[in-house]
């Protein structure tokens, strides 16, 4: 089997909410609760391989987003590790820091608050890779040029500013300037989500387009499984920090094994003329304060059972796939 390209292993993340300096006082001497702790991501694992496409798939406040980032190395890791081409990048020296900074790119959601306003679109795409002397300023035109071309992209717009575009250009900017340093491995944040449905259909070929000329790999964060099933190779399903489910795309829109998948499936939009009534999943998410203990999802799961309750379900693997449920462990009882 090929080696994984980004391997991460047991990879937790816990926010500490800050205090003022009365709460953390009222604290000190016993008369104030300690400062919650916010479980965002909770012992996950997962890898992709080269030139794979995974879908990290859940709701809102799962912890998708806070998983990329650490990839990307924006926030560090309160436990797990992160391997990058084999090598530990959570524990890295500065110029294997720079290195992986290089090869590991993330694109956002908003591609208008992650662009500098005040800065032409050729500066921007230029800049980095002038700053790791990865071409030099004499290259800059014609460098310029052959990236905005290569995200479709007339070379003509290069002395303008963001405000200029529109959304859908803004985003083949941000793609241009995270190609600009030459990586192997894209993060997307839900980097079509605030697209128009033409416009997401337009920047989901180009992202495919890029992966057969270049052999990248995606890490592709969404919460829409429509757009999932499209782009990606493999799925990994995310609830309250936890993996649920892994398994490859088309087996998963085929049957899937978990409950809060089954769930999410079922109400994905279809072409079709048989009527249905949307019946959203029953409750809230609980908050990443205080989860649930046991399984997570079985304060909103019709299969739960006395055993959800207590006890943790491992992430069990049926060949291809896994998944985190007591009905394919031994029952719920």
């Known amino acids: 089997m090929t080696a994984p390209l980004v391997a991460v292993e047991g990879l ?44 990290l798939v859940g709701e809102s406040g799962s912890g998708k987003s806070t998983i990329g980032r650490m990839i990307a190395g924006l926030i560090p890791p309160s436990d797990g590790v992160i391997r990058y081409d084999g090598k530990d990048i ?135 499984l429509g757009v999932v099933e499209h782009i990606s190779d493999r799925v990994v399903i995310l609830y309250l920090g936890r993996v649920v489910e892994v398994a490859p795309t088309e087996a998963l829109f085929a049957g899937a094994l978990h409950p809060y998948t089954q769930a999410l499936l079922a109400e994905v939009p279809r072409l079709s003329t048989e009527k249905r009534r949307f019946q959203p999943i029953k409750g809230e998410i609980p908050s990443p304060l205080a989860p649930p203990p046991g399984c997570h999802f079985h304060t909103r799961c019709p299969h739960a059972g006395p055993r959800c309750s207590r006890e943790v379900p491992r992430l069990k693997a049926e060949g291809p796939r896994a998944a985190a449920c007591h009905l394919h462990d031994g029952g719920v009882a």
């Open 90 to 224: 959570t524990r890295r020296s500065r110029a294997e820091s720079r290195a992986a900074a290089l090869q590991i790119q993330m694109i956002f959601q908003d591609p208008m608050s992650s662009l500098n306003p005040r800065t032409r679109v050729r500066d921007i795409i230029a800049e980095a890779p002038l700053f790791h002397g990865l071409i030099r300023a004499s290259e800059v035109p014609g460098f310029v040029d052959a990236t905005l071309e290569r995200v479709g992209l007339d070379p003509s717009v290069r002395d303008r500013y963001p405000h200029q575009f529109s959304g859908g250009q803004r985003q083949r900017i941000v793609i241009a300037r995270a190609l600009a340093v030459s990586p192997r491995f894209l993060i997307c944040d839900e980097s079509v989500a605030a697209l128009d449905v033409s416009i997401q259909a337009q920047v989901l070929n180009l992202f495919m387009r890029l992966r057969r000329e270049l052999g990248l790999s995606y890490l592709f964060i969404s919460h829409d």
């Open 12 to 55: 937790s993340k816990r926010f500490t909410q800050a205090q003022d300096a009365a709460e953390r006082l009222a604290t000190r001497i016993g008369f104030g609760a300690p400062p919650g702790t916010v479980h965002a991501v909770d012992d996950v694992s997962f890898t992709v391989a080269p030139g794979e496409v995974v879908g």
